[in-house]
């Protein structure tokens, strides 16, 4: 069973234009890890947050987690034709299993 | 350094059928983990193998198996198949046991199961 649900299920931008997507989890963890998938191939790692932290940027991409009510959510600044993917929040607790979310299907238009 | 390969790419079997995946870790990398992606249930864990070992195990059925080799190469095998078995089937690689550690993911093996 996924632990993750993710807001929306797809979303459609302009490049230029920031995207926010949205994930929720039930039980308590270690840490989450958000992943972009490119048309059905293999997942890229994008940003590790670990439970102690609020905020962590990477480049034009700001993570914030909210332990309180079990959520996160990313952010992609000025978004670009190749950031077109499904993007998955991962959640890691005591177990060391990644469970994936359901993920958001992002599709940035030129 | 070369990526975490998997093969075959593509696979079209029976139902009833058996099957072997194989993938390659990135070098120096001791655990890989396999995950099965479907359209309806989205990305489920299916185990993790670390220095031969199985480390962790999803909730998946017997048919499921592994087992990984000194070189850290991993195979996953699928008994008796089933068409709920189609799916995209991922390795990850990272260099220690812990999800503390970013996985990387091979290109997946695509399964149809007629």
């Known amino acids: 069973s996924q632990q993750g649900e993710e807001d929306p299920q797809a979303l459609s931008i302009q490049e230029g234009e920031n995207a926010t997507m949205n994930c929720s989890y039930k039980?308590?963890?270690?840490?989450l890890q958000w992943y972009r998938q490119n048309s059905g191939r293999g997942l890229v790692h994008l940003i590790l947050?670990?439970?102690?932290?609020r905020e962590k940027h990477s480049g034009r991409l700001r993570v914030t987690l909210d332990t309180s009510k079990k959520s996160s959510s990313l952010l992609i600044t000025a978004s670009r034709a190749a950031d077109t993917a499904s993007y998955f929040c991962?959640?890691?607790?005591?177990?060391?299993?990644?469970?994936f979310g359901t993920g958001t299907r992002l599709q940035v238009f030129p | 350094k070369a990526g975490v390969t998997q093969t075959p790419r593509y696979l079209i079997k029976t139902r009833g059928q058996q099957v072997t995946l194989s993938c390659s870790p990135i070098?120096?990398?001791?655990?890989v983990s396999w995950y099965q992606q479907t359209p309806g249930q989205g990305l489920q864990f299916l185990f993790e193998?670390?220095?031969?070992?199985?480390?962790n195990k999803g909730n998946f059925p017997g048919r499921f198996s592994g087992r990984q080799f000194s070189n850290s190469r991993s195979e996953m095998n699928v008994s008796t198949l089933e068409l709920g078995d189609s799916a995209l089937y991922l390795c990850?690689?990272?260099?220690?046991?812990?999800?503390?550690?970013?996985?990387?993911f091979g290109p997946g093996t695509r399964l149809t199961v007629t």
């Open positions: 990850a690689s990272s260099l220690e046991a812990g999800r503390l550690l970013e996985q990387y």
């Open positions: 039980t308590s963890i270690n840490n």
């Open positions: 947050i670990r439970s102690n932290e």
């Open positions: 991962a959640t890691v607790r005591d177990t060391d299993k990644l469970i």
């Open positions: 070098s120096g990398h001791r655990s």
């Open positions: 193998y670390f220095s031969e070992t199985q480390r």
